[in-house]
């Protein structure tokens, strides 16, 4: 169901000029006067910090570590502190009232929010189109102005380390630095429009399995080269504002107490200026939190005591209400926290009230909500993030003119899965399914008929027998018989994929796979659309289907999109951001997941992903970086200079060219490979893309510039960063195992950073 868009308007103050209003009210009547020099905008960041910390109490500042609210920080109205106002993301603003558990649930009454449900983050790494997932973020940041929240709880940052993470479709896929550059990128935007981003969860969030309780043991070269560059970049690159620290443990300590992570590695290693939120729910001491560097504990207020009393925290491991005054100011008075950490904790906290400017400026006088440009730009994800699989004989794009009938087929046909469980979950003014999408497309001359074919277990208990999955798939076997071509819309939901757990098996629930069987077997015009946002197997299958498609979770516009692709409207140009296995055990933390004794070990290593399938020879069943176009692409002219490197950097230079008669955009994937190391290196690391538009017969220049870092691995003896000097190939191509240009340089001596 279509509804109007509406615009919000809320006004805290006149608007004085553009789209910001300053809000001054508040502080005029604060006891400090309007002369204070805090409250000047025109003075240094940190003068304003300096000058408001003194002249805050030690309660004051104390009460300032927790917040006030399910999603506010405390304010302080003597000083004219305001709250930061949070809401959940990443993929669009979330209500802010309580628990997913409470605002998801059927019937909920509270406070309902809609916002534009953007593709997940799965979907947007697939786009591999930094400048859109800024735009992305631009527009999130728009909305969380438009309803009154400052602090959006995104990017989720963690790499999918295991194909079966419940939260797989949050991430940025399993290579850091396609990670890093997505993060960065949407970083950036939402912080251009004076809203803090907050990188999650920082670090090595990679199960939920336990989430709350398990020691992730990871070797420090895996932390360096595969877990952290997101976050590093999130803060050096894009000067994120706040991070989030984990639920779980990192070797023996709680992220939100590790003072390895958060002091050590964050603040002095990256020089992070912005404060650490906890994530909700997982502080477990007072001083050696409050030392750790984590400044401020959430939720907190009546919301956070009320949750805690419920069975559902306990019994899965949460806690909380650590750093509630009545906690730290003993602690402070017995001297195990002292106050210049208090004062570093609170003044990262005011450093971001006052360079976003949300100290200044309370919010915007008028704003908008899922407007037009919205809608269009969530359709443009989309559209960009659809993977093309498999396309035998060119069945795709459909030829309308000669197509009379369709069977739409699969649980997830008929219903819009714009995104998956958990606090990620955004509820949208309107979702359109994939039948909604083709039919609209399709047009009355084509018959396009529905058949559930299995249901999805879980969502119509009455369906769940073997007797009723048998009906509905001769139902629709006996639909794809008589169509021109049938496609099969499969995939999961939030109960079989969620924050909360991790996914029971990569193979479809439901009977999903019996279905596609016995509808390849009917109908010999089989398109697959996979709508999930992890890895699925297909082995049973693939060999039958001319066709396939993942289109993962991809937001509210996610039927237009599918029908943008099938018909040709869009050519698909998305690639994949996660290696898909043949099966399960091929996976690289296969026998390292989920874990014994609440300990799990990262034994693959640095061999997450295709580092993994390249140096063990297992063959995916498809590659990191792989994706088809309905065009052809040709590389050709490369050029490294200069093959001897000093110290100025390499760049590196190519063409492509559509040699096909449809438009395209092809991704542009560089690969680096040492092969001198005298270090155990991965064979190749992406470590630069472009994603290219080109019309029929275009030619255009791509180039790269290589700096240090993509030379270099982390060394634990050195405890830094080594770029050996030696032989280098760069390898470009349009996969992971699809490398059309090699060529190498030699680097002379290791590199001033
Ligand atoms: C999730 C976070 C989320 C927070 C607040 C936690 O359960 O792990 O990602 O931001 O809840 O809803």
């Known amino acids: 169901m279509r509804h109007l868009h509406f615009v919000v308007l809320i006004f805290a103050c006149p608007i004085l000029s553009g789209t910001l209003a300053t809000a001054q009210t508040h502080q005029a009547q604060t006891e400090a006067g309007d002369a204070a020099p805090y409250k000047s905008p025109k003075l240094p960041v ?10 805050m109490t030690l309660e004051e500042k104390v009460a300032m570590l927790s917040g006030s609210g399910w999603m506010e920080s405390q304010p ?30 059927p019937g909920s009454t509270v406070l309902k929010v809609t916002s534009t449900a953007f593709p997940a983050g799965v979907a947007m790494a697939a786009t591999w189109d930094t400048d859109l997932v800024r735009r992305e973020a631009q527009a999130i940041g728009q909305e969380m102005k438009a309803l009154g929240r400052n602090m959006i709880l995104g990017p989720t940052l963690n790499i999918n380390r295991v194909p079966l993470w419940g939260r797989n479709f949050e991430g940025y896929g399993e290579d850091p630095y396609l990670t890093a550059r997505m993060g960065v990128a949407y970083i950036q935007g939402v912080q251009s429009k004076g809203v803090s981003a907050t990188a999650k969860h920082f670090a090595a969030n990679n199960q939920e399995y336990e989430r709350h309780r398990i020691d992730a043991r990871i070797d420090e070269r895996a932390l360096q080269e595969i877990y952290f560059p997101a976050f590093k970049a999130a803060v050096k690159e894009a000067g994120v504002w706040s991070v989030m620290s984990a639920y779980n443990k ?3 300590t709680y992220c939100a107490e590790n003072a390895a992570l958060l002091k050590d590695v964050l603040q002095k290693q990256w020089g992070f200026k912005g404060f650490v939120v906890s994530d909700w729910g997982s502080t477990y001491s007072t001083a050696d939190t409050v030392n750790a560097g984590m400044d401020l504990e959430m939720p907190g207020g009546e919301p956070m005591k009320a949750w805690l009393k419920t069975d559902g925290p306990r019994a899965s491991g949460n806690s909380g209400g650590w750093l509630v005054p009545e906690k730290v100011l003993p602690e402070l008075a017995a001297g195990r926290i002292k106050t210049a950490v208090v004062d570093d904790n609170v003044s990262r906290i005011l450093r971001v ?24 730009l969530a359709r443009t994800a989309a559209d960009e993030g659809i993977v093309l699989l498999k396309n035998t004989g060119d069945l795709l794009p459909l030829n309308l003119p000669k197509i009379h009938s369709l069977a739409i087929i699969g649980p997830n046909a008929a219903v819009a899965r714009t995104g998956s469980g958990g606090s990620s979950l955004v509820r949208p003014n309107y979702a359109v399914a994939p039948l909604e999408g083709i039919r609209e497309r399709a047009g009355s001359n084509v018959q396009v008929s529905y ?41 999961r939901f939030p109960k079989f994929e969620s924050e909360g757990f991790d996914i029971k098996s990569l193979d479809l629930p439901s009977g999903q796979d019996d279905l596609i069987e016995a509808v390849a077997k009917a109908n010999k015009n089989t398109i697959v659309v996979i709508n999930t946002g992890a890895p699925i197997t297909m082995t049973r299958w693939i060999a039958q289907v001319p066709a396939i498609l993942d289109m993962w979770y991809s937001g509210q516009e996610g039927g237009h999109a599918l029908a943008d692709v099938l018909f040709g409207d869009f050519n698909p140009s998305g690639k994949l951001p996660v290696s898909f296995v043949k099966e399960w055990k091929d996976s690289p933390a296969y026998g390292h997941y989920p874990g014994e004794n609440l300990q799990v070990e990262y034994g693959e290593s640095i061999y997450v992903g295709y580092r993994y399938f390249d140096k063990y020879k297992t063959e995916p069943l498809y590659p990191f970086g792989y994706g088809l176009s309905y065009t052809k692409f040709d590389y050709s002219d490369f050029k490294i200079t200069p093959s001897v490197r000093g110290d100025r950097p390499v760049e ?23 092969g001198h190391s005298s ?57 992971s195992r699809d490398i059309r240009l090699k060529g190498s340089f030699t680097l002379e001596h290791d590199l001033p950073r």
Do not use: C
């Open 46 to 55: 940190e003068q304003r910090v300096q000058d408001l910390l003194s002249r």
């Open 679 to 735: 270090v155990d290196r991965p064979i190749n690391e992406l470590k630069g893309f472009r994603r290219v538009e080109l019309a029929p017969g275009e030619t255009k220049s791509v180039t790269f510039s290589l700096d240090r870092s993509a030379m270099s691995y982390f060394s634990t003896t050195k405890k830094d960063w080594v770029a050996e000097p030696g032989q280098f190939d760069v390898l470009v191509g349009a996969s």
């Open 451 to 491: 058949a559930l074919g299995t249901s999805m277990e879980l969502e119509d208990p009455s369906q769940d027998t073997p007797e009723a999955r048998e009906r509905s798939r001769n139902e629709a076997v006996a639909l794809a018989e008589k169509a021109d071509a049938a496609i099969v819309i499969v995939g």
């Open 353 to 376: 009230l006052f360079a976003s400017g949300q100290f200044d400026h309370l919010r915007t006088a008028t704003a908008e909500v899922d407007t037009p440009g919205q809608r269009a």
């Open 250 to 252: 990192v070797n023996g």
């Open 76 to 105: 302080n109205p003597r000083l004219g502190i305001p709250s930061i106002k949070m809401a959940d993301g990443p993929m669009g603003v979330r209500s802010w009232a309580g628990s997913s558990a409470l605002t998801s649930a």
């Open 652 to 674: 590196v230079s190519l063409r492509v060219r559509n040699s096909g008669s449809r438009k395209g955009a092809e991704v542009v994937e560089l690969y680096v490979h040492d």
